[in-house]
């Protein structure tokens, strides 16, 4: 399932906020509160995309939001298809891909999905340590998946079948 085709279910697209990628200001807004504001680290585990509303980051909730619906659905596909599941369990790198995972996020995905160390294994060192800004791209789905909230509704979804 690749992100250009998947379809948003009560996602408001008049707001130009929906799909806006993330900007460098977005990311390096959210990574100083994650570092300096300890209430907000503990509203963001609790919810991100409240949590980045009410800290004024309308941007970084509605990417908040679009990224925890896609890798909700990415987890409902790998509980769902076996076909998926062996794939991403013979080259986690390049199922998670074509999925539309960057590289460098691959590693966090697969924890969240909760898959085997046999599977994690499978992951290129330099590709599980190759994010350089870790808000922005891909560091953006790793900051969400910090996230007790986050991290329990896809794991919830991988369990469904």
Known sequence: ML?????????????????????????????????????????FDADPVPAARAAGMPGVAAALERELR?????????????????????????????????????????????VSDDVLAKVPEVVAHGQQNPLHGAGLLIALLTSSAALESVRSAARRA
């Open 3 to 43: 992100r250009a085709k998947r379809i948003f279910v009560g996602v408001d697209f008049t707001d130009p906020r929906v799909l806006e990628p993330l900007t460098e200001r977005d990311a390096t807004q959210l990574q100083r509160a994650l570092e300096s504001d300890a209430e907000f680290r503990s509203s």
């Open 70 to 114: 896609e890798l909700v659905a990415l987890a409902e596909r790998v509980a769902a298809d076996d076909a998926y599941r062996t794939a991403l369990q013979t080259d986690p790198v390049e199922t998670l891909g074509a999925a539309g995972v960057d590289p460098a996020a691959v590693e966090s995905v697969l924890e969240a999905l909760g």
